[in-house]
């Protein structure tokens, strides 16, 4: 059974910094490309970070300067740092892992998420 656990999340004041975890587990880790998603109040979920299997990354525009990915494959487990948090960065934040495949569609399996509420 595959599970990806989120956690980290909570209530901030601006200016303030968080590291979300997503723990995973059934899967191969070292296979998974590995994606934040956000999903602020009345918005569509948006992917903010990605990493790659061989560790690339990449980030939305809008957070490209505050927000870090990381992963340890020891541990199955990807993480997202977010400095300087932004009122806007309120919301669901949301671990999706991507496992693609040459012969079938690629795998995709999602967090429960967690939630990030940011004072101002």
């Known amino acids: 059974q595959v599970q990806l656990v989120e956690s980290g999340g909570g209530l901030v004041q601006a200016g303030g910094s968080l590291r979300l975890s997503c723990t995973t587990s059934g899967i191969v880790f070292s296979d998974a490309a590995m994606g934040w998603y956000r999903q602020a109040p009345a918005k569509q979920r948006e992917l903010v970070a990605a990493i790659t299997t061989g560790g690339g990354v990449d980030y939305g525009d809008s957070v490209r300067d505050r927000f870090t990915i990381s992963s340890d494959n020891n541990k199955n487990t990807v993480y997202l740092r977010i400095d300087s948090l932004k009122p806007e960065d309120t919301g669901v934040y949301y671990c999706?892992?991507?496992?693609?495949?040459?012969?079938?569609?690629?795998?995709?399996?999602w967090g429960q998420g967690t939630q990030v509420t940011v004072s101002s």
């Open positions: 999706n892992a991507k496992i693609s495949s040459l012969f079938q569609a690629a795998e995709r399996y």
